[in-house]
């Protein structure tokens, strides 16, 4: 079955990167892009961007440029989100989803907390 | 892109039916048939419950249908359950993804 697991939880002081995974099983991980999403506390969901994991080629949403880089080992079938220079407002639970029509899974999502 | 309009929240009685409006523009909504529709519970990954405006995928009851009219989306759940409160986004595609800020449905 498809399955899209993410690291766990992170806490990290304000300044740092932080770098998420999303391994994906069950499919043929180059065939959909991967999404990344963001979801704050008590907030709605903000769509931040794919990469096609066909041609590592990112896009990136409006306000996720800069210190946001989506990147890909397609030998482990495994996407990253890593962020930089956080800030408290980069607290969030962060989602990785394929969100493909009818091909449309997410991952557990992973709790990162900006804290001194 | 901004984000899709929803209500807040949207409340209704067990069996009744309840209609959730999601409104974007001429430029994502209104020209293409890709909208979604997810269901979160707390602390939970969202859930799709309708994709392309009014398909549902396989496991999602008939109970939920989506509609649009011009700029504007639609999901209606019909026999409301207690397990049906939920908050739920409207998703777009148009080049980019945008979500709607969100409707926390209450079952009262």
């Known amino acids: 079955q498809v399955q899209l697991v993410q690291s766990g939880s992170e806490l990290k002081k304000p300044g740092a990167s932080v770098k998420v995974s999303c391994k994906a099983s069950?499919?043929?991980?180059?065939?959909?892009?991967m999404n990344w999403v963001r979801q704050a506390p008590g907030q709605g969901l903000e769509f931040m961007g794919w990469i096609n994991t066909d041609t590592g080629n990112p896009t990136y949403a409006q306000g996720f440029t800069g210190r946001f880089v989506f990147s890909l080992d397609t030998s482990v079938t495994t996407a990253y989100l890593q962020i930089s220079s956080l800030k408290a407002e980069d607290a969030a639970v962060y989602y990785c989803a394929s969100l493909g029509a009818s091909f449309d899974y997410w991952g557990q999502g992973t709790l990162v907390t900006v804290s001194s | 892109q901004s984000a899709l309009t929803q209500p807040r929240s949207v409340s209704g009685s067990p069996g009744q039916s309840v209609t959730i409006s999601c409104t974007g523009t001429?430029?994502?909504?209104?020209?293409?048939?890709?909208v979604s529709w997810y269901q979160q519970h707390p602390g939970k990954a969202p859930k799709l419950m309708i994709f392309?405006?009014?398909k549902r995928p396989s496991g999602v009851p008939a109970r939920f249908s989506g509609s649009k009219s011009g700029n504007t989306a639609s999901l209606t759940i019909s026999g409301l359950q207690a397990e049906d409160e939920a908050d739920y986004y409207c998703?777009?595609?148009?080049?980019?993804?945008?979500f709607g800020g969100g409707t926390k449905l209450t079952v009262l």
């Open positions: 998703c777009s595609y148009a080049g980019s993804r945008v």
């Open positions: 392309d405006v009014n």
């Open positions: 069950g499919y043929t991980f180059t065939s959909y892009a």
């Open positions: 001429s430029s994502d909504v209104g020209v293409y048939n890709y």
